[in-house]
């Protein structure tokens, strides 16, 4: 089992920039960070394994970066250029190497409020 405590979030002016992070209780193969919209889905923002090959959403590549530090088991989310729309409870998430996305372990969430 893996334990994930995220932090970092709060409320920020458009255009304005914001680093979310999320300490694991352990190595794993992927973390990585979801958001959660009002009466939206689930969408995956970005994912980053452990040998440092990153995936991010359409939506935010240029805009934000994900890293993780193996040694402390932590990964972080620069959220550069923020936007209203990029308003949601951002999700750490860790999985092993046989588990799909949008499954394994989950953080209890941080909420990121963009401004207009």
């Known amino acids: 089992q893996v334990q994930l405590v995220e932090s970092g979030g709060g409320l920020v002016q458009f255009g304005g920039s914001l680093r979310i992070s999320c300490a694991a209780s352990?190595?794993?193969?992927?973390m990585g960070w979801y958001r959660q919209a009002p009466g939206k889905q689930r969408e995956l923002v970005a994912d980053?394994?452990?040998?440092?090959?990153?995936n991010y959403a359409d939506s935010v590549k240029g805009r934000f970066t994900i890293s993780r530090n193996n040694v402390k088991n932590m990964v972080y989310l620069q959220m550069n250029s923020l936007k209203p729309e990029d308003t949601a409870v951002y999700y750490c998430?860790?999985?092993?190497?046989?588990?799909?996305?949008?499954?394994?372990?989950w953080g209890q969430g941080t909420q990121v409020t963009v401004s207009s």
């Open positions: 980053i394994t452990i040998d440092g090959i990153t």
């Open positions: 352990t190595t794993i193969f992927s």
């Open positions: 998430n860790a999985r092993g190497a046989t588990t799909p996305r949008f499954s394994g372990y």
